[in-house]
C-alpha cells in the first residue's frame, strides 16, 4: 500500500462538469501535467481497474493544487473506477487507427447511420476496444482555457439530435488507436458484446441539479457497497435503506441507476405493482425471490419504484394482501444480514401514504428529499439533454433555466425533445419519404433555433401545476400607470427577494410573506399583482374566493392546503386570492357550528405563518373591503404589508390613458393632458371604459372610420362618470389612517364599522 500511495503519478478520481461531458477530456494538476510533460490535448492512459485513453487538459480554477483528476461518467465506467477510487496517468503515443468498428451500447437500440458522421463525430479521439463513447452533437465549446486546436477538434460537427452511446468492438491496430482521415469506420446496427466493459447507460454526469443529493447518496450506498471494511473496522453496520421523495419526474428513478452503475452493483429493480400476483401467497413469494437473487449477487441494490402502491399504511387498508406484502418487506428488510452488502432503495412521491413501520433507522435508514431543481439546477439539466443537439449559437441555456421555473428533470427533458421535433417540421418538406434516407446536404443544415424552444414552451407546462391553473402573465410594470408608489412597494417585496435571495440572507431579515392590495373598485390591483409575478420572473397562481369554497366538510381546507403545497412545489410563485373579503371574514359572527369561513381563517393563518415556511412563496390579496378581514391575518408575518390602491393623480390618468391609446390611432386634435384634468376620480377601469367608448363612437359615426377624435371623446365623456365618489375616497381615507395606527394591535381595524363603505361601494365590488 505505501508503495502505491508513494507513485507520484497516482490520482484521485472527481466528477467532471456537465458541459465537459462525454468529449473524452481529462482534467490533470498542472503539476502532474508539467511532470509527464503534457500539453493541452496531450493523450493520456487512465489505469483504474482497466485501462482507457483521454485528451489532459489543465485544471478547473477551483481545483488549482488538489491531487485530482476529473472524468466524466463514461471515463469512469470505462476504467471501471468510481468517483473517490484512485488511478495512475501516463503520457502516451496514440496510433492513427487503420479501422475501427462501432456498435450500440444500449441492447433495445437499432442504428443506421452515415460512418462519415461517426468519423466526424470522433475524429481525433483516442479509444481502446471495449470503451464506451458518446456522440454529443453539434454544441459549439466556448471555454476560453482549452487551446484554439482542441476547441476547434472537439467543436468538428456531428449528427444527432440526441446523444448515443457506442461501444468500440474492435480496433486495428489493437492498443489506444484515434481516428483520421484515412480509418475505415464500421457501425454495426445492432448492439453486441464487447469483452469486459462496465454498464454505463446512466452515470452521475447524466444528472443535473442534485450534486449536494448524490454526495448524500454515495456516502450512504456507494461506501458500504465498495469498502465494506470501513464499516466493519468501526464496528457498526452499514445502512441497509434508503427512502428517496419528491414530485414526481425530479429524477429518482434514474438517480437509483446511477448509483448502482458508479458502485458497479447488481441493480434490481421492482416495479410496484409488477409483483402483485393473483394468487395467495404470489406477491410476498415474488418479493423473496428478488432479495435471494440479490444476495447470491452481491454487491447489488434492490431498487422499489412506487413503494407507496405495495406498502401503504396497514391501518387504512382493507385488503389482506397489501398487508402482508408490508409484513414481507419489513420481515425482509431485517432479515438481511449487516454484511450481506445488499441495499435496499425505494422512491415515492407520496411519502405519508407509506407505512410507518418502514420509515424507521434500521429499515430505511435515510430518507433523501429530491426537490424542484432551482435556476442553476435547470441550467445543468438542460445541459445534459442539449449534450447531442446541434444547437444555434444564439440559444442561451441560462436565460431558458430563467425562464423555466417550476420545471422538474422530466419536464425539461420534454422540452428538449418538443424543440427537437420542431426543428424536424421545419425540414420535412425538404425530405422525399420514399427515398428512405436523409440527403447529408439536409442533415447539415439541421439544427435546433431559438424560435423551436419558444414553440415547445407553448406546449409544455411545469408537471407539478397540471392540476392549478399557472399563468405565466404577460403584464409589465410599463403597462401599469399611476401607482407608481405602490409599484415600488411591490417591487421591493416581491421581486427583489424572489430574484436576490441571497441579499435578503445576507442583512439576516426575512422577506415580507403576504401583501394586501386595498381600494376601490377598477383601480389596479389584479393588475399589480399580474405585473408583480411577471417581473419576478415567477410563476402566477390566480384563485377567486368562490374556487377555494365547497359545501363539503373539510374540502375547503383541502383546497388551500392542496394550493399552498403545489405553490412551494414550483417556487417561486405569487399566489393571487381576489375578493379576500368573502374567503376570511372576522371570525366570530357565526352561531352555533364553526362556519366553514372560520376553517378557512384558520387554515390560511396556519399555512402563511405555520410550522412549514414558506419559500419563495408570496401571496397577494385584493380586496375593496378591508374592514371585513379578520384581523389576525392584518399583523406582520401574515400579510405583512398593506397598501392602499387609490384613485390616480392627474399624471397618473395622463399615463393610463397613454397606455390604453397605444395602439388607437388619434385625431392631431385629441389632448390627452386635457382629458386627464376633466377625469376626476376616474380609475384605471373608467379611463379604459372612456378609450373603449370613444373608438365605439368613431365606428358609429363610419365603418370606415381610421382615426379617433376629439369629439368622439367629448361624447364617450358624456357617457360615461367617475365610478368613486367624493364620499368613498373619504372613506377609504380614513380606512387608511386607521390601518396605519392599528396594524400592529391585536384587534387591529376590527373596528372599523362596515357601514364607513356607502351601500354603492358595497354592492360593487370587482376589480
Partial sequence: MADEDANPNRLQVATMRPDDSGRGLARLPRAMMNALGLSDGDVIEIVGKRTTPARAVGPYPEDEGLEIIRLDGLQRANAEVGSGDFVTVSKVESKPAQRIVFAPAQKNLRLQGSAQALKRSFGM????????????????VQRGDLPAELRAMLNAPAYALQEIRLTVISTVPKGIVHIDASTEVELRPEYTEAKETRRADV????????????????????????????????????????????????????LARAVANESDAEFFHIAGPEIMGSAYGESEKRLREIFEQAGEASPSIIFIDEIDSIAPKRGQVS??????????????????????????????????????????PGRFDREIVIGVPDERGRREILGIHTRGMPLDPEISLTELARKTYGFVGADLAALTREAAIEAVRRIMPKINLEEGTIPPDVLDTLSVVR?????????????????????????????????????????????????????FRRLGIRPAKGFLLYGPPGTGKTLLA????REAEANFIATKSSDLLSKWYGESEQQIARLFARARQVAPTVIFIDELDSLVPARGGGMGEPQVTERVVNTILAEMDGLEELQSVVVIGATNRPNL??????????????????????EGRRHILSIHTRNMPLAPDVDLDDLAARTERFTGADLEDLTRRAGLHALRASMGATQVTRADFETALGETRASVTAEMERDYEKIEQSIKQDAMSSTGIGFISPGMLTPRNAEKHED
Avoid: C
Avoid at 411519502?351 to 418502514?358: F, K, N, S, W
Fill in 125 to 140: 479521439r483516442p479509444v481502446t476496444a471495449g470503451d464506451v463513447v458518446a456522440t454529443t452533437g453539434q454544441q459549439q
Fill in 451 to 503: 424560435g423551436d424552444f419558444d414553440e415547445a414552451l407553448k406546449r409544455v407546462q411545469p408537471s407539478a401545476m397540471r392540476e392549478v391553473m399557472v399563468q405565466k402573465p404577460n403584464i409589465r410594470w410599463a403597462d401599469v400607470g399611476g401607482l407608481t408608489r405602490v409599484q415600488n412597494r411591490l417591487r421591493e417585496g416581491v421581486e427583489l427577494p424572489l430574484k436576490d435571495p441571497e441579499a
Fill in 319 to 360: 385488503g389482506e394482501a397489501e398487508k402482508r406484502i408490508v409484513a414481507q418487506l419489513l420481515t425482509l428488510l431485517d432479515g438481511l444480514e449487516p454484511r450481506q452488502n445488499v441495499i435496499v432503495m425505494a422512491a415515492t412521491n407520496r411519502p405519508e401514504a407509506l407505512d410507518e413501520a418502514l420509515r424507521r
Fill in 203 to 254: 452515470t452521475y454526469d447524466d444528472l443535473g441539479g442534485i450534486g449536494t443529493t448524490i454526495d448524500q447518496l454515495r456516502e450512504m450506498v456507494e461506501l458500504p457497497l465498495r469498502y465494506p471494511e470501513i464499516f466493519e473496522r468501526l464496528g457498526v453496520d452499514p445502512p441497509k435503506g434508503v427512502l428517496l421523495h419528491g414530485p414526481p419526474g425530479t429524477g429518482k428513478t434514474r
Fill in 629 to 650: 378581514i379578520d384581523p389576525a391575518l392584518l399583523r406582520p408575518g401574515r400579510f405583512d404589508e398593506l397598501i392602499y390602491v387609490p384613485v390616480p393623480e392627474r
Fill in 530 to 533: 399580474k405585473a408583480a409575478a
